[in-house]
């Protein structure tokens, strides 16, 4: 029978809050490599383990030698991002579809005696028949027979990727390759070998080489997940990493660029041609050094150490003098070489006379050290997400008033408890420039302090263009203790 609804009484809606933007994670590093198990289509490829780099690039190639010293480090760091550098011209390549265990039975491919399929290769339509199987005992095999009838093009079985790839023989631009189909006769094979559309991968043509800052500026326009940066290669020029170095000091989202150098001139206090000299003299603050003569990817362990801090944790933060590289040997130098190196802000790994050994002095090509770059980088962003979130969440709007801006305010404050809470910021005497109610030379009990001028004091251009006042922040950096005096005065 008819009813009223009760919603004509009681009307209850449900309003869900957007899900709050999130921030960035400064503990990710890109290894960039010319290794070409990585296809130039795919470009980056994300590893949580060392042993699933050793997986897909087997224990010498120089990508996994630089993960090996990143996930070395202790505490373990969580995350790391290969990139593929197209160093030299790259050639086409299918990769076939995952093949299920039951489809990797070789069962299916012992009683083919006259297989056939079709596939172009570089603008060639290759028909291939009377495919035969029956001899084969795994899927290598099968493979092989392929290679044979293709006479020229290569196929192989990954098995790492349960599946069939097929690679032009010919390199750059014009080396392409096309899904695989039926040829209409004999037995067709190319969907048994997961090569056809809609299951293989899209075709993944050649390119032709490009400069190493070609490709650092292509991986930032792709992917805005790492922010650390290393290169696993040895051929890069002082010009070529320059050139990353310059991109990476403005590019937006904020980064840091790692480099080794094992040139025995960074020892010379009086050279002027080496790497460390020459960034020096650049003042990039966001690209630093290490030298060292054992390890080419030495400064991978560097990031390893760094990017295991929690910035949300209490008392997380650290400095990286004093902290160890596993793996990596540690130098043996005499002061006028670790004056020289430390003249230059270039770091090392070394030995002390206390049968101890060190990074030293973790710092920045311009001499800034390595964990305020870091903590300020992650600050930056936190403080923009969190003021974002403010209004972003918000079920109603933010209103242009002090009580609205406070509510701004109260975000910021909140952010900055946490740089204090982790120790990248503490109580200290303000030696910056006067603003609000705040004075030179004042100390800043909290660590920090925000100020919001009223809003009647903004333009009615602003006001009107619905800008909230220009927010302020003075934030006072703990440092850290790497130097100490100690004076003993004995009387008897």
């Given at each position: 029978?008819?009813?009223?609804?009760?919603?004509?009484?009681?009307?209850?809606?449900?309003?869900?809050?957007?899900?709050?933007?999130?921030?960035?994670?400064?503990?990710?590093?890109?290894?960039?490599?010319?290794?070409?198990?990585?296809?130039?289509?795919?470009?980056?490829?994300?590893?949580?383990?060392?042993?699933?780099?050793?997986?897909?690039?087997?224990?010498?190639?120089?990508?996994?030698?630089?993960?090996?010293?990143?996930?070395?480090?202790?505490?373990?760091?969580?995350?790391?991002?290969?990139?593929?550098?197209?160093?030299?011209?790259?050639?086409?390549?299918?990769?076939?579809?995952?093949?299920?265990?039951?489809?990797?039975?070789?069962?299916?491919?012992?009683?083919?005696?006259?297989?056939?399929?079709?596939?172009?290769?570089?603008?060639?339509?290759k028909t291939l028949s009377?495919l035969n199987f029956s001899?084969?005992?795994?899927?290598?095999?099968?493979?092989?027979?392929?290679?044979?009838?293709?006479?020229?093009?290569?196929?192989?079985?990954?098995?790492?990727?349960?599946?069939?790839?097929?690679?032009?023989?010919?390199?750059?631009?014009?080396?392409?390759?096309?899904?695989?189909?039926?040829?209409?006769?004999?037995?067709?094979?190319?969907?048994?070998?997961?090569?056809?559309?809609?299951?293989?991968?899209?075709?993944?043509?050649?390119?032709?080489?490009?400069?190493?800052?070609?490709?650092?500026?292509?991986?930032?326009?792709?992917?805005?997940?790492?922010?650390?940066?290393?290169?696993?290669?040895?051929?890069?020029?002082?010009?070529?990493?320059?050139?990353?170095?310059?991109?990476?000091?403005?590019?937006?989202?904020?980064?840091?660029?790692?480099?080794?150098?094992?040139?025995?001139?960074?020892?010379?206090?009086?050279?002027?041609?080496?790497?460390?000299?020459?960034?020096?003299?650049?003042?990039?603050?966001?690209?630093?050094?290490?030298?060292?003569?054992?390890?080419?990817?030495?400064?991978?362990?560097?990031?390893?150490?760094?990017?295991t801090v929690d910035f949300?944790?209490?008392?997380?933060?650290?400095?990286?003098?004093?902290?160890?590289?596993?793996?990596?040997?540690?130098?043996?130098?005499?002061?006028?070489?670790?004056?020289?190196?430390?003249?230059?802000?270039?770091?090392?790994?070394?030995?002390?006379?206390?049968?101890?050994?060190?990074?030293?002095?973790?710092?920045?090509?311009?001499?800034?050290?390595?964990?305020?770059?870091?903590?300020?980088?992650?600050?930056?962003?936190?403080?923009?997400?969190?003021?974002?979130?403010?209004?972003?969440?918000?079920?109603?709007?933010?209103?242009?008033?002090?009580?609205?801006?406070?509510?701004?305010?109260?975000?910021?404050?909140?952010?900055?408890?946490?740089?204090?809470?982790?120790?990248?910021?503490?109580?200290?005497?303000?030696?910056?420039?006067?603003?609000?109610?705040?004075?030179?030379?004042?100390?800043?009990?909290?660590?920090?302090?925000?100020?919001?001028?009223?809003?009647?004091?903004?333009?009615?251009?602003?006001?009107?263009?619905?800008?909230?006042?220009?927010?302020?922040?003075?934030?006072?950096?703990?440092?850290?203790?790497?130097?100490?005096?100690?004076?003993?005065?004995?009387?008897?």
């Amino acid at each position: 029978m008819p009813t009223l609804a009760v919603s004509d009484v009681v009307n209850v809606q449900i309003v869900m809050s957007p899900t709050a933007a999130a921030t960035r994670d400064f503990g990710a590093l890109l290894i960039l490599g010319s290794s070409s198990v990585i296809d130039t289509n795919e470009r980056i490829r994300k590893y949580s383990t060392l042993d699933a780099v050793a997986s897909d690039f087997g224990t010498s190639a120089p990508e996994y030698l630089a993960a090996n010293l990143f996930f070395s480090q202790s505490p373990q760091p969580a995350e790391l991002y290969i990139g593929r550098w197209a160093e030299a011209s790259s050639s086409a390549r299918l990769n076939g579809g995952a093949l299920s265990i039951a489809q990797q039975a070789m069962s299916n491919f012992t009683s083919i005696t006259n297989g056939s399929m079709k596939i172009t290769v570089d603008g060639t339509l290759k028909t291939l028949s009377a495919l035969n199987f029956s001899a084969e005992t795994n899927l290598n095999g099968v493979a092989s027979v392929i290679t044979t009838a293709l006479a020229g093009a290569t196929c192989v079985w990954n098995a790492n990727y349960s599946r069939f790839e097929i690679t032009s023989p010919t390199t750059g631009a014009t080396s392409t390759l096309t899904y695989a189909s039926s040829t209409g006769s004999g037995t067709d094979v190319s969907a048994l070998l997961g090569l056809v559309t809609g299951v293989a991968s899209a075709p993944v043509g050649g390119i032709v080489a490009e400069s190493l800052l070609t490709c650092v500026t292509n991986l930032a326009s792709i992917s805005a997940d790492w922010y650390g940066l290393l290169v696993a290669d040895t051929s890069p020029t002082d010009t070529d990493l320059l050139g990353v170095a310059a991109f990476i000091e403005g590019a937006s989202p904020s980064r840091i660029f790692g480099i080794t150098t094992q040139a025995a001139t960074a020892l010379d206090p009086v050279s002027t041609t080496d790497l460390p000299y020459k960034l020096k003299a650049a003042n990039y603050k966001r690209t630093f050094c290490q030298y060292s003569s054992s390890s080419a990817y030495a400064a991978a362990s560097i990031f390893g150490r760094a990017f295991t801090v929690d910035f949300q944790g209490n008392n997380t933060t650290i400095t990286l003098k004093f902290k160890q590289e596993p793996g990596v040997t540690a130098e043996s130098l005499n002061e006028t070489q670790a004056k020289a190196l430390k003249a230059k802000n270039c770091n090392v790994f070394v030995n002390y006379n206390n049968d101890t050994a060190i990074i030293q002095e973790g710092v920045m090509a311009n001499g800034y050290f390595f964990d305020e770059v870091h903590g300020l980088d992650w600050l930056q962003n936190d403080l923009q997400t969190a003021v974002f979130n403010a209004l972003y969440t918000s079920q109603t709007k933010t209103p242009q008033t002090d009580r609205g801006v406070n509510r701004l305010v109260t975000a910021i404050n909140d952010r900055m408890e946490q740089s204090v809470n982790n120790g990248l910021c503490a109580p200290g005497q303000w030696s910056g420039p006067a603003f609000g109610a705040l004075q030179t030379g004042q100390y800043l009990a909290a660590g920090y302090y925000t100020y919001a001028p009223p809003v009647n004091s903004q333009s009615q251009a602003n006001r009107e263009a619905r800008k909230a006042p220009t927010l302020q922040v003075a934030a006072k950096l703990a440092g850290a203790v790497h130097f100490a005096n100690v004076i003993v005065n004995v009387n008897r």
